[in-house]
């Protein structure tokens, strides 16, 4: 998804916020999270501190200066269909298993393969926001649970336990809903 960046007055962002963690908490018990450091945290804290909180504490929090995680999609536990906030179901099939999922036709026209993104029952999409001087940044990104587990963008480091948010240029099957779900709150 590219970057958007709009003036703070250009996105209802309460609106997004509400919607989204009531969707998402069909998801995940916690759909929306503040972090001050995306390479590294615990998301047992997160847990705890967002579990309940409220849009307008999430808000007034993100307004501080901290990295405000929005979930999109949940992990992939239903393999291939993910379920996402939008009320749809995508399915993330790399182009290896063509075959397997679709009959000698192959995969329908306009089928978006899922060749780099790889989700895990510990890891999402969803949006990245910031917010510096007035003016908020939404970026994709993934979230890992467990970003030392073999998903995660440092999963060669087992020492210790950790979650991660890595940005996402290219999300692939999720580009476009997580465009047009966000049109929705941007003026």
Same mark, same amino acid.
């Given at each position: 998804?590219?970057?958007?960046?709009?003036?703070?007055?250009?996105?209802n962002?309460?609106?997004?916020?509400?919607?989204?963690?009531?969707?998402?908490?069909?998801?995940?018990?916690?759909?929306?999270?503040?972090?001050?450091?995306?390479?590294?945290f615990?998301?047992?804290?997160?847990?705890?501190?967002?579990?309940e909180?409220?849009?307008?504490?999430?808000?007034?929090?993100?307004?501080?200066?901290?990295?405000?995680?929005?979930?999109?999609?949940?992990?992939?536990?239903?393999?291939?269909?993910?379920?996402?906030?939008d009320?749809e179901? $995508?399915?993330? =099939?790399?182009?290896? !298993?063509?075959? /397997?999922? #679709?009959?000698?036709?192959?995969?329908?026209?306009?089928?978006? @393969?899922?060749?780099?993104?790889?989700?895990?029952?510990?890891?999402?999409?969803?949006?990245?926001?910031?917010?510096?001087?007035?003016?908020?940044?939404?970026?994709?990104?993934q979230?890992?649970?467990?970003?030392?587990?073999?998903?995660?963008?440092?999963?060669?480091?087992?020492?210790?336990? $950790?979650?991660? =948010?890595?940005?996402? !240029?290219?999300? /692939?099957? #999720?580009?476009?809903?997580?465009?047009?779900?966000?049109?929705? @709150?941007?003026?």
């Amino acid at each position: 998804m590219k970057e958007y960046k709009c003036a703070l007055e250009n996105i209802n962002l309460k609106g997004f916020l509400k919607e989204s963690i009531a969707a998402g908490k069909k998801i995940m018990s916690v759909p929306a999270f503040l972090v001050d450091d995306i390479s590294k945290f615990d998301f047992d804290e997160c847990f705890d501190e967002y579990e309940e909180a409220s849009v307008e504490e999430i808000y007034n929090e993100f307004l501080t200066g901290k990295h405000l995680f929005v979930l999109f999609s949940d992990g992939g536990v239903n393999y291939p269909d993910v379920a996402c906030i939008d009320g749809e179901v $995508y399915q993330t =099939i790399d182009e290896m !298993e063509e075959e /397997e999922y #679709f009959d000698e036709e192959g995969a329908p026209e306009g089928f978006v @393969f899922t060749n780099k993104l790889r989700l895990g029952e510990t890891s999402s999409i969803g949006y990245l926001l910031t917010y510096t001087d007035g003016e908020v940044t939404i970026q994709s990104a993934q979230f890992y649970l467990d970003a030392t587990g073999g998903l995660g963008p440092n999963s060669f480091a087992h020492l210790i336990r $950790y979650s991660a =948010i890595e940005l996402r !240029e290219d999300v /692939e099957v #999720f580009e476009q809903p997580l465009e047009d779900y966000l049109k929705r @709150f941007v003026k």
